[in-house]
């Protein structure tokens, strides 16, 4: 399993962050959770989100007003819209796989650094 | 939901055994057995050392363990090498169906 995730690099404030992960290797149809996890410079991970193929998703409640995430099964793909963004949005943004009924994250892209500046 | 709580650094000799704490709540830590580890070298990805407070999935070394008691959980290290220098980073599932990082904990090998 292979994730590579694509985004703009920089992006001024208050627009809408759109990245997307491709994934190879496995169909993004089956029993995976499909995760985004973000690092601002310096700092720790923070879990952003999940979605499964069903549609089912959940999001961190801190970010869940800004936040979603959707699947595009024709090009095996996810990807993360987060909208008003400010400075404190910069970050690596890294998308995850978690398989079902497990609770750890057992692949992970390269990452793709974001930052926010005017 | 507040990040989980581990010391921002650990150091040891080579040799040694250190052990790293990840602090959290009865909703996440204390709530379930679901307490993942990961490793980070400088400018990577994180991978996964410990899944389920101490399973190691296969290829990862029998040097790196983990344990919880209440809402604690620790990853130990022993026989610490220098390829383990690197960020050590706990999570948690939660109550809400979500899922919580710990604040991160630099390792340095003397």
């Known amino acids: 399993v292979q994730l590579q995730e694509s985004g703009p690099g920089l992006m001024r404030p208050s627009g809408t962050l759109s990245l997307t992960c491709a994934v190879s290797?496995?169909?993004?149809?089956?029993?995976?959770?499909w995760t985004w996890v973000r690092q601002a410079p310096g700092k720790g991970l923070e879990w952003i989100g999940q979605?499964?193929?069903?549609?089912?998703?959940d999001y961190n409640p801190s970010l869940r007003s800004r936040v979603t995430i959707s699947l595009d099964k024709s090009k095996n793909q996810f990807s993360l819209n987060l909208t008003s963004v400010t400075a404190a949005d910069t970050a690596v943004y890294y998308c995850?796989?978690?398989?079902?009924?497990?609770?750890?994250?057992?692949?992970w892209g390269r990452g793709t650094l974001v930052t926010v500046s005017s | 939901q507040s990040a989980l709580t581990q010391p921002a650094s650990v150091s040891g000799s080579p040799g040694q055994s250190i052990t790293i704490s990840c602090t959290g709540t009865?909703?996440?830590?204390?709530?379930?057995?679901?307490v993942s580890w990961y490793q980070q070298h400088s400018g990577g990805a994180p991978q996964v050392l410990i899944y389920?407070?101490?399973d190691r999935p296969s290829g990862v070394s029998n040097r790196f363990s983990g344990s919880k008691s209440g809402n604690t959980a620790s990853l130990t290290i022993s026989g610490l090498q220098g390829e383990d220098e690197a960020d050590y980073f706990c999570?948690?599932?939660?109550?809400?169906?979500?899922?919580?990082f710990g604040t991160g904990t630099k390792v340095t090998v003397l």
């Open positions: 995850a796989r978690k398989y079902l009924w497990t609770y750890f994250f057992d692949n």
């Open positions: 290797g496995v169909s993004i149809t089956n029993s995976n959770w």
């Open positions: 979605i499964y193929h069903t549609g089912s998703f």
């Open positions: 009865s909703s996440d830590v204390g709530g379930n057995n679901y």
């Open positions: 389920d407070v101490s």
């Open positions: 999570s948690s599932y939660t109550s809400s169906s979500t899922h919580v």
